[in-house]
Nanobody, 122 residues
């Protein structure tokens, strides 16, 4: 059974930083899955945040987070990370880790974690 589990969310002041982690099943890393982060704020649609290929050499970011967030992965630890700096109120959301086997820009992501809440206070 494939799973993804996020951690690292919490309450942070505007301008601060948080690092999210996602541990996934060995299957995803053995099969070179693309990994990514999405977020969903209350009353809003789910939004793409960042994605990375299996090697870490190719990345893609949503416009709202470019220059502030950095995605990374450690395949040996079966983990994906999201370093979030200079956080803003509008970054408040539930953050989800996801995986797909097709591309960085895939419309359908097959596997999802349960999410971790990030709340930014001003």
């Amino acid at each position: 059974q494939v799973h993804l589990a996020e951690s690292g969310g919490g309450l942070v002041q505007a301008g601060g930083s948080l690092r999210l982690s996602c541990v996934g099943s060995e299957y995803l890393f053995e099969n070179l899955y693309y990994m990514g982060w999405f977020r969903q704020a209350p009353g809003k649609e789910r939004e793409f945040v960042a994605a990375m290929n299996w090697s870490g050499l190719n990345t893609r970011y949503g416009d709202a987070v470019k220059g502030r967030f950095t995605i990374s992965r450690d395949n040996a630890k079966k983990s994906l990370y999201l370093q979030m700096n200079n956080l803003k109120d509008e970054d408040t959301a539930v953050y989800y880790c996801a995986a797909n086997s097709h591309s960085l820009g895939a419309k359908e992501w097959r596997y999802w974690g349960q999410g971790t809440q990030v709340t930014v206070s001003s």
